[in-house]
């Protein structure tokens, strides 16, 4: 029986982050084998604020709280591994520091966060409208059939992004972990034991994913863009920029219908987002199932992070048999 679950989550570097009703976990393998696991008590701003909850608005504000999130998780995630790099710290890192002090690390994931967003922003819709509007000159192509023709060029510019980056090795890494994080969500919906054998028997592919959200931001933004004249190449700029927030919400609407349903609307509207995870997805093998597990009893108060550590160094030792009875870790 599925149990009624908002658990989400994101993988980051040799780890998986969760979001649940304690907070948001994150568990991550270090070079040496050891899982380090982190809590943090967030509550998103949708629910701090009762007009960032309303629809349309809650979309886009989530979207920025996610991506607000994932910065960190990524952030806390690589700190394990620059210190295994031994690098020394740049000039322009003690400037930095010297400047912002303690605030440096906020600082660098707002500044990654902007840099990330005018990134995105330049790729998936700036560069199409340029792309289209040389098509504006030749007379049979009207205002509709740019729009569509930008559309596609955004969509394609997507999946070869996708793609490519799903090509390096380290990138391929983190698809398995994205993997072991939808086995780990359906094995915990479906109610049953939380053990790496049973995640693994998971399907790969979650309907809640953010790969089904980006997909449909690329179709909601195709339809609401086509609304809008195609004067001035600044004039059209500046639509697909003051719309995005109106196309994040409006497709964080459609995914939370999505999620309360399963007719057949709704199953056609996530199949192209699925088959989407075939490139954003890899199949994880038990040690990433393990970490995924972690984070996710934390996240959700089955275990504290206290007890996780405590079985973990555990783990250490030679009784290895009763740790993975208490542990449910079948490792």
Same mark, same amino acid.
């Given at each position: @029986?599925? #149990?009624?679950?908002? =658990? %989400? %989550?994101?993988?980051?570097?040799?780890?998986?982050?969760?979001?649940?009703?304690?907070?948001?976990?994150?568990? =991550?393998?270090?070079?040496?084998?050891? +899982?380090? =696991?982190?809590?943090?008590?967030?509550?998103?701003?949708?629910?701090?604020?009762?007009?960032?909850?309303?629809?349309? +608005?809650?979309?886009?504000?989530?979207?920025?709280?996610?991506?607000?999130?994932?910065?960190?998780?990524?952030?806390?995630?690589?700190?394990?591994?620059?210190?295994?790099?031994?690098?020394? $710290?740049?000039?322009?890192?003690?400037?930095?520091?010297?400047?912002?002090?303690?605030?440096?690390?906020?600082?660098?994931?707002?500044?990654?966060?902007?840099?990330?967003?005018?990134?995105?922003?330049?790729?998936?819709?700036?560069?199409?409208?340029?792309?289209? *509007?040389?098509?504006?000159?030749?007379?049979?192509?009207?205002?509709?059939?740019? !729009?569509?023709?930008? %559309?596609?060029?955004?969509?394609?510019?997507?999946? $070869?992004? +996708?793609?490519? &980056?799903?090509? @390096?090795?380290?990138?391929?890494?983190?698809?398995?972990?994205?993997?072991?994080?939808?086995?780990?969500?359906?094995?915990?919906?479906?109610? @049953?034991?939380?053990?790496?054998?049973?995640?693994?028997?998971?399907?790969?592919?979650?309907?809640?994913? %953010?790969?089904?959200?980006?997909?449909?931001?690329?179709?909601?933004? &195709?339809?609401?863009?086509?609304?809008?004249?195609? !004067?001035?190449?600044?004039?059209?700029?500046?639509?697909?920029? =003051?719309?995005?927030?109106?196309?994040?919400?409006?497709?964080?609407?459609?995914?939370?219908?999505?999620?309360?349903?399963?007719?057949?609307?709704?199953?056609?509207?996530?199949?192209?987002?699925?088959?989407?995870?075939?490139?954003?997805?890899?199949?994880?093998?038990?040690?990433?199932?393990?970490?995924?597990?972690?984070?996710?009893?934390?996240?959700?108060? +089955?275990? $504290?992070?206290?007890?996780? #550590?405590?079985?973990? *160094?555990?783990?250490?030792?030679?009784?290895?048999?009763?740790?993975?009875?208490?542990?449910?870790?079948?490792?």
């Amino acid at each position: @029986m599925k #149990k009624n679950c908002s =658990v %989400g %989550g994101q993988a980051v570097i040799e780890g998986v982050m969760m979001r649940g009703s304690k907070g948001t976990a994150t568990a =991550v393998r270090k070079s040496n084998g050891e +899982i380090e =696991v982190n809590l943090e008590e967030n509550i998103p701003l949708s629910k701090r604020y009762k007009f960032f909850s309303l629809p349309i +608005i809650r979309g886009f504000i989530n979207l920025v709280d996610s991506l607000i999130i994932g910065i960190k998780t990524l952030n806390y995630s690589a700190s394990f591994f620059e210190d295994d790099d031994d690098v020394e $710290t740049s000039k322009f890192d003690e400037f930095i520091e010297g400047i912002f002090k303690d605030k440096t690390n906020d600082v660098v994931i707002g500044f990654s966060l902007v840099l990330s967003l005018i990134f995105s922003v330049l790729l998936f819709f700036i560069l199409p409208t340029f792309v289209a *509007n040389a098509l504006k000159k030749v007379s049979i192509y009207n205002s509709l059939v740019l !729009n569509i023709f930008e %559309g596609i060029i955004r969509v394609s510019i997507f999946l $070869t992004y +996708i793609y490519l &980056i799903g090509r @390096m090795e380290d990138i391929k890494r983190v698809f398995q972990y994205h993997g072991a994080e939808h086995k780990t969500i359906f094995c915990y919906e479906r109610d @049953m034991e939380l053990i790496p054998k049973n995640a693994q028997k998971q399907e790969r592919l979650h309907p809640r994913c %953010g790969t089904n959200f980006l997909f449909l931001v690329m179709i909601v933004s &195709i339809i609401l863009f086509s609304l809008t004249p195609w !004067n001035s190449i600044g004039e059209r700029v500046l639509y697909r920029v =003051v719309l995005l927030p109106v196309v994040s919400g409006v497709t964080y609407e459609i995914i939370k219908w999505m999620g309360k349903n399963s007719g057949k609307c709704s199953k056609i509207l996530s199949y192209p987002g699925l088959k989407l995870q075939n490139l954003t997805t890899e199949e994880p093998d038990l040690q990433q199932l393990e970490v995924a597990i972690i984070s996710l009893k934390v996240a959700e108060g +089955i275990e $504290t992070v206290e007890s996780i #550590k405590d079985k973990l *160094n555990y783990k250490k030792s030679e009784d290895r048999d009763i740790l993975d009875k208490d542990l449910n870790l079948e490792i």
